[in-house]
Every structure is written in structure tokens, then in C-alpha cells.
């Protein structure tokens, strides 16, 4: 297993703009209660 380095970047209330080392990029979606709403390409939540 080897560590990437990883960046958040606040977008807004409700979004961060998530990369990582090994070319991977994101933009995650938070609730209020600050848990993922949407993680594209790894989970996304349903109400």
C-alpha cells in the first residue's frame, strides 16, 4: 500500500474540491451535518 498526498479545497458550504495524488479529482458533497452526500465515483447517499 503506498500513501498519496491528498488536497481539499472548501468550494462553498457544501462542497469540497478533493484530489489526490495518482490523478484523481472530485468535487464532495456534504450535508449540514457535515457527512458525504455524494463522493463521485465511490458512494453517494439516498434520502
Keep these: 500500500m503506498?500513501?498519496?498526498d491528498?488536497?481539499?479545497r472548501r468550494l462553498d458550504e457544501h462542497r469540497f474540491d478533493?484530489?489526490?495524488e495518482?490523478?484523481?479529482a472530485?468535487?464532495?458533497v456534504y450535508d449540514?451535518?457535515?457527512l458525504v452526500v455524494?463522493?463521485?465515483g465511490?458512494?453517494?447517499r439516498f434520502a
Design 2 to 4: 503506498v500513501r498519496l
Design 6 to 8: 491528498q488536497t481539499y
Design 18 to 20: 478533493y484530489t489526490s
Design 22 to 24: 495518482g490523478d484523481f
Design 26 to 28: 472530485a468535487v464532495l
Design 32 to 34: 449540514d451535518a457535515g
Design 38 to 40: 455524494d463522493y463521485p
Design 42 to 44: 465511490i458512494a453517494r
